[in-house]
Structure formats: structure tokens, C-alpha cells
Nanobody, 125 residues
Framework: QLQLVESGGGLVQPGGSLRLSCTAPGFSLDRKAIAWFRQAPGKEREGVACISTRGDSTYYADSVKGRFTISRDNAKNTIFLQMNDLKPEDTAIYYC??????????????????WGQGTQVTVSS
């Protein structure tokens, strides 16, 4: 059974950076498109970024373009989300999700079959 595990969250000041990681112990992710979602208190879960199986195509939410970068290292079975210039509105629980297909519906929660437990990111001074 595929289980996704996120790490790298924490407390950071506005303008700071964090790098999140997503892996799946005992399961290869190289045939899965992987996305990062986030959910703030009282808000719906929203897509942040998505990457294709080979890492050659990506999608980003408008709110994070130019600040966040999604990447993957299939040899290490890990997907990353580099977050720079963080803002208080980026505060949320961040989840990684896996899907068998990569496409324009990447931002839809229902496009994904597997989810991690999430990691908290708090941006505050």
C-alpha cells in the first residue's frame, strides 16, 4: 500500500524559505504524478504545484508562481517543494498527493488517489 510521508515544515519568518519533502517508504513513485496541496484553517484544500513522472513538466497555482519550485529526484524516490519569499498567507498544512495521470486537472483534489498526513507550515514574525 502506498503511503506518502511529508517532512520539512516548520515556523519561518516572512520572506524566509523552507523545503518540503515527500517520499513513500517501500514504494516507487517514479510512475506517479505528484502534487502539493495546502489547507489553511477554515479554507478548502487547494493545489499548489504538480510535477510529471519524469519531472519535465510542472504546474503551479498563480499565488505561488515565481516563489515556489517543485522538483523530484526519482533515484531518491523524493519530491521536493522549495518555498521562497514566504508570506503569512502561505500558512497552512501542506500535503503531497499521488496520481497515475498528469494533466490539466492537477488542481482537483479528486484527481489523486493517495495522500500524506501533511506537514504544518507557519509563516509569522
Amino acid at each position: 500500500q502506498l503511503q506518502l510521508v511529508e517532512s520539512g515544515g516548520g515556523l519561518v519568518q516572512p520572506g524566509g524559505s523552507l523545503r518540503l519533502s515527500c517520499t513513500a517508504p517501500g514504494f516507487s513513485l517514479d510512475r506517479k504524478a505528484i502534487a502539493w496541496f495546502r489547507q489553511a484553517p477554515g479554507k478548502e484544500r487547494e493545489g499548489v504545484a504538480c510535477i510529471s513522472t519524469r519531472g519535465d513538466s510542472t504546474y503551479y497555482a498563480d499565488s505561488v508562481k515565481g516563489r515556489f519550485t517543485i522538483s523530484r529526484d526519482n533515484a531518491k524516490n523524493t519530491i521536493f517543494l522549495q518555498m521562497n519569499d514566504l508570506k503569512p498567507e502561505d500558512t497552512a498544512i501542506y500535503y503531497c498527493a499521488a496520481a497515475g495521470r498528469f494533466g490539466s486537472s492537477w488542481y482537483r483534489v479528486r484527481s489523486y488517489d493517495y495522500w500524506g498526513q501533511g506537514t504544518q507550515v507557519t509563516v509569522s514574525s
